[in-house]
């Protein structure tokens, strides 16, 4: 059986190209890039041309505004802790209601071990970010600003650029986890008041375990791994020279297909959407339907569970992921539908499908083959109420 696989904003396929580049730093040219010989040099050469692919994709100034991080999680983390100590005498953050755990997670335990004043931005149906409710939270004892450029599981955007201009107004710092957004959406920081921006390799084609975060020339940093002095004082710890080539490679073959992204991989996504909703009764898509990520559809079917959805899907070969996190045997609502308050019986029965420039019109027929069938069979065994009816309160 053909298998599809519609899980791309959980991580992407290597790119041939990406590996390729990667393979001789494995082998010959192993040299550490910091070494002064023969066998450092090339190594260092590739670090410094791998900067310059991703200076190019996200449109910074300089080179050297790049640190290379091991992902997005490391890289979220790395911003906030250094704006706390940048700016001792600030102890606010503002983030969104709707980040990664990378944010969320690192707000929640700073919340509780240090005196520090977490602001979560709400957002409305659409998970779009309210906007009176960001601007009440900026004042000057704010140290940073952390939000999202592209949700993960809705694909919403949010006006990354606006907020960062609204966060300068109160001499904060602004930093955006754009791991969704790089590569799908072009992007000119030299020309925005964005500070600080976390991305994550393998969700661009490039491997795993390897990310980068960018700090605009002149804003102070501190770092958040100390030892020796690579990467500027920005993080040390000797370089992964194969990660890093390879999301230069990554880096590069991502500004090549922004374009398809844009339209064909859009397009796919489109028919998805458009496909589903005509052949399965009371499905919806989630999120903004003007300012989404081109290649995700988060699909809420009423009166039927997530998890049932994924077991059938996976058995037909298609592999996306559901807006429920199954914990002790209850499915919950993910926090980015709770937060969106999303009704509790399509809140269950969410499947993400996200696409990526490997995706063919083929899947695409397949989900739609299938789709129909397995909704209505677990309907069946599943449901004695008529889809459309509000669930009984308390947990399900
Ligand atoms: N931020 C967002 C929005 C993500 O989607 C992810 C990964 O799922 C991360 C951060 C974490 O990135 P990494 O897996 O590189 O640590």
């Keep these: 059986m053909r298998s599809v696989y519609l899980d791309n904003n959980a991580t992407t396929r290597v790119d041939p190209e990406v590996v390729e580049a990667m393979l001789p730093?494995?082998?010959?040219?192993?040299?550490?890039?910091?070494?002064?010989h023969a066998f450092g040099s090339p190594a260092g050469v590739a670090v410094r041309r791998a900067r310059r692919q991703l200076q190019a994709l996200i449109g910074a100034e300089f080179d050297y505004e790049i640190a290379f991080t091991s992902g997005g999680t490391e890289s979220d983390n790395a911003a906030i802790l250094s704006a706390l100590e940048v700016m001792?005498?600030?102890?606010?953050?503002?983030?969104?209601?709707?980040?990664?755990?990378?944010?969320?997670?690192?707000?929640?335990?700073?919340?509780?071990?240090?005196?520090?004043?977490?602001?979560?931005?709400?957002?409305?149906?659409?998970?779009r970010l309210d906007l009176d409710a960001y601007k009440a939270a900026l004042s000057p004892r704010v140290a940073i600003v952390s939000i999202m450029w592209a949700n993960n599981e809705t694909g919403t955007i949010f006006p990354a650029i606006e907020l960062a201009n609204l966060a300068k107004e109160v001499g904060a710092l602004f930093h955006t986890d754009a791991v969704q957004?790089?590569?799908?959406?072009?992007?000119?920081?030299?020309?925005?008041?964005?500070?600080m921006l976390s991305l994550s390799g393998h969700k661009l084609h490039g491997p795993k375990?390897?990310?980068?975060?960018?700090?605009?020339?002149?804003?102070?940093?501190?770092?958040?791994?100390?030892?020796?002095?690579?990467?500027?004082?920005?993080?040390?710890?000797?370089?992964?020279?194969?990660?890093?080539?390879?999301?230069?490679?990554?880096?590069?073959?991502?500004?090549?297909?922004?374009?398809?992204?844009?339209?064909?991989?859009?397009?796919?996504?489109?028919?998805?959407?458009?496909?589903?909703?005509?052949?399965?009764?009371?499905?919806?898509?989630?999120?903004?339907?003007?300012?989404?990520l081109p290649n995700t559809a988060n699909i809420a079917f009423d009166q039927v569970e997530a998890d049932g959805m994924l077991r059938l899907l996976s058995r037909y070969g298609i592999a996306c992921s559901s807006g429920s996190a199954c914990s002790s045997g209850s499915l919950q609502p993910s926090h980015v539908l709770t937060a969106m308050d999303f009704p509790r019986s399509a809140a269950h029965g969410t499947i993400r499908f996200s696409f990526s420039r490997h995706n063919s019109e083929e899947d695409v027929g397949r989900v739609l083959e299938v789709m129909p069938g397995i909704v209505e069979k677990l309907r069946d065994m599943y449901c004695s109420r008529s889809p459309g009816e509000e669930p009984p309160s308390g947990p399900t």
Aim: with cysteine; net charge positive; hydrophobic share 35%.
């Design 209 to 292: 375990g390897i990310g980068a975060l960018y700090i605009k020339r002149g804003v102070r940093f501190h770092s958040l791994i100390k030892g020796g002095h690579q990467e500027r004082g920005r993080r040390a710890g000797t370089e992964n020279t194969p990660g890093i080539v390879g999301l230069g490679k990554a880096a590069e073959l991502a500004v090549q297909f922004m374009d398809d992204e844009n339209t064909r991989v859009r397009s796919l996504r489109d028919r998805l959407e458009k496909g589903v909703l005509k052949r399965v009764p009371y499905a919806i898509v989630t999120g903004d339907p003007l300012k989404r």
């Design 181 to 195: 957004a790089v590569g799908k959406v072009p992007m000119d920081l030299k020309s925005t008041a964005i500070d």
């Design 88 to 127: 001792p005498e600030r102890t606010g953050i503002v983030t969104s209601a709707v980040e990664h755990p990378a944010v969320l997670t690192l707000c929640a335990h700073l919340e509780k071990t240090r005196s520090v004043k977490v602001h979560r931005i709400p957002v409305d149906r659409l998970g």
């Design 25 to 36: 730093f494995f082998t010959d040219q192993y040299g550490n890039p910091s070494s002064a």
